[in-house]
């Protein structure tokens, strides 16, 4: 176990202004209290970040841990590719669907069973649950109001350069897997395939892609991305911040001036600004974008999630995640990525202590979740990097002052480090390049 008097990279003692209010774990709830004959509700979660290591860490809780996933029946409404064990997907669902889940709530509860796990350490480890601004309001609709506190969520954040690089990898490899045949047998025709294993086809997303439509047979370049994805994210925050404007909620949800410290006045209101901007981009103007508002003719139909840029905006999801779930910041563990890769054993540990789960025995993170093809981007262009490192580093900074506060006034877990920012940088060249993978499959033929 960690110990309280811990002081080398961020402490689990109190911190020097109160005490911390740390998540009660002397016990895990009785079976009466998780569970009915339908089935049990899960307690943990693993939120996001996408391309932050949650696949890992379930993968870790599950072979090394006593955690277990979610198993679905045949009538379960969302069944589709997007569903696993890991990933149940159940309150960043349609709304259509979500209507049926609430017709008859237990449905939920028959996903994680008694028989398929006797510890009752269920996991729903959904990463899309952060940044969907509708999830986290879902939660207190569909979970009985005496469970809502012991619920414990996890929130990985990771580089936001590396992380979007990451998902912008992940979509080239299902665009490669999604084309036609004879569009990827023409692509790889000079190439010789040494595995027998077939690339099986997959369906994108509408937005996959912002610089070139799904059904175009050329690869974005990343730096086409960056730049298309930029400006729907500003469009998106000055149109937010116009609409506020508009309809006189000029009022700021910060603490008077006379309340705060002088020093932190100005920033504190400045930060506070930006989150509302924020929330109103993500409420009122992204979910009915349409395509002239946009610097491409791309986006279809209502948008359910945020634009991809935000995703790496983290202190907004954090604050509005607890707020709309209407937990306590103490049920929010905050880890970065970093800190995971570069000191697995100390992070799960904090995961294991924070989550009320017995100390796994091995304490490793596995790999998971690499895409390698002949299109994989492993450096940007410098131009890419600075555009992203202009638009990134005040959100950075706030969030490393926002968990200081938090922090500060005892407000997060005992488990959770110190954050000292984002240290990673993604390499850089004049010209972004690919890593030359060939794909490990073999073209039918």
């Not at 996903?111 to 006797?118: F, G, H, I, S």
């Not at 999604?178 to 190439?191: E, N, V």
């Not at 930060?271 to 395509?291: G, H, I, K, T």
Request: aromatic share 8%.
């Amino acid at each position: 176990m960690l110990s309280s008097s811990s002081v080398a990279g961020g402490s689990l003692a109190a911190s020097p202004s109160g005490v911390r209010h740390g998540s009660n774990h002397s016990r895990w709830p009785s079976e009466s209290e998780q569970c009915t004959f339908h089935g049990c509700y899960p307690r943990l979660f693993i939120i996001g970040t996408q391309k932050g290591a949650t696949t890992s860490i379930f993968k870790a809780l599950k072979t090394q841990g006593s955690a277990c996933g979610a198993e679905f029946p045949e009538t379960w409404p969302n069944l589709g590719p997007q569903v696993s064990d890991k990933e149940a997907h159940v309150f960043d669902m349609a709304s259509s669907l979500w209507e049926k889940v609430l017709q008859r709530k237990s449905q939920y509860q028959e996903l994680y069973t008694k028989q398929n796990c006797p510890t009752r350490h269920f996991v729903d480890g959904t990463p899309r649950y952060s940044r969907t601004p509708i999830a986290a309001a879902r939660i207190p609709e569909l979970l009985p109001s005496h469970w809502v506190p012991q619920l414990r969520f996890l929130m990985s954040i990771r580089e936001p350069i590396a992380r979007d690089l990451s998902w912008f990898n992940h979509r080239l490899s299902a665009k490669a897997r999604a084309q036609p045949y004879a569009m990827r047998q023409r692509a790889h025709a000079l190439r010789s395939a040494s595995s027998s294993t077939s690339i099986q086809p997959i369906s994108l997303p509408d937005d996959a892609f912002c610089a070139v439509p799904n059904a175009s047979p050329e690869f974005p370049t990343y730096e086409a991305e960056v730049f298309c994805r930029k400006q729907e994210l500003n469009d998106c925050l000055a149109l937010g911040a116009r609409q506020r404007l508009s309809r006189a909620e000029g009022a700021l949800p910060t603490e008077r001036a006379s309340q705060r410290h002088p020093e932190e006045s100005a920033e504190e209101a400045s930060d506070a600004a930006r989150l509302v901007d924020f929330q109103w981009c993500l409420q009122e103007v992204w979910p009915n974008w349409d395509n002239h508002n946009s610097s491409r003719d791309v986006l279809k139909g209502k948008r359910f999630e945020s634009p991809v840029l935000a995703w790496g905006i983290y202190l907004p999801q954090i604050r509005a995640f607890i707020k709309s779930a209407k937990v306590p910041r103490s049920q929010l563990l905050v880890l970065s990525f970093e800190r995971l890769v570069t000191e697995p054993k100390d992070s799960l540990k904090r995961v294991t202590q924070f989550y009320g789960l017995p100390e796994m025995a091995d304490n490793t993170l596995p790999h998971t979740n690499t895409q390698d093809g002949e299109h994989k981007v492993d450096v940007i262009s410098c131009e890419s990097r600075s555009v992203l490192q202009r638009l990134y580093g005040e959100w950075n900074q706030m969030l490393e002052r926002g968990l200081r506060v938090d922090r500060n006034k005892g407000l997060s877990p005992p488990e959770e480090p110190v954050f000292h920012g984002f240290k990673f940088e993604v390499p850089c060249e004049d010209k972004e390049r690919a890593v030359g993978i060939e794909w490990y499959g073999e073209l039918p033929s």
